[in-house]
């Protein structure tokens, strides 16, 4: 047995994604062996997380700043009638790093997955709502052009969350479509390298 004050962090960090608490002990004993200030400025920096970080509220991606929307939704040169739905903040960054998307994002935050907690349900289908609610005001989508292209990890979540996505918007008739071949099945935009992920734009369909 850890004693307390190791255990309960121990236990915090193995909430997070990806961390079990093996890794999760490693992290708190590295804590034990640094400096007092590198701790107080992982501390400061956690806290400037918090205050500085805002979503936004058309695309659900994260930025800072005192403007309402996001760079990437302010930047008038974007096009528009293009909206690349993706499942976390990182794939999108995985995909602005190709530089070969010039539409906008909607950042959906998770899975179908998720559906088993109750809350997370809610909160996907709100954003969803809110994504219906978007492109239906959107001029560029009107009169049946505009596209969105559905760039869910190519897993068995997210083959699954793709097909809960297509009957969502399937009442706005337009075009959507999804990442062409390519992408290893079962693995993440993540850690798709940029030519994979461009071609698997360009072939989309
Ligand atoms: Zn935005």
Known sequence: MYPPSIQKLIDLFSKFPTVGPKTASRFVFHLIKIPKEKIEELTAAIE????????????????EGEEEHCPICSDKTRDKSLICLVEKEVDLEAIEKTRKFKGLYFVLGGTISGFEKEKEKEKMEERVNKLIERIKGEPAFAKASGEVILAINPTTEGQNTTLWLQRKLKSL???????????????????ADEETLSSALESRR
């Open 173 to 191: 008739e337009i075009k959507i479509t999804q990442l062409g071949q390519g992408l290893p099945k079962g693995g993440e935009l993540e850690y």
């Open 48 to 63: 400037e997380l918090k205050s500085k970080i805002k979503l936004c509220p058309l695309c659900f991606n994260s930025f």
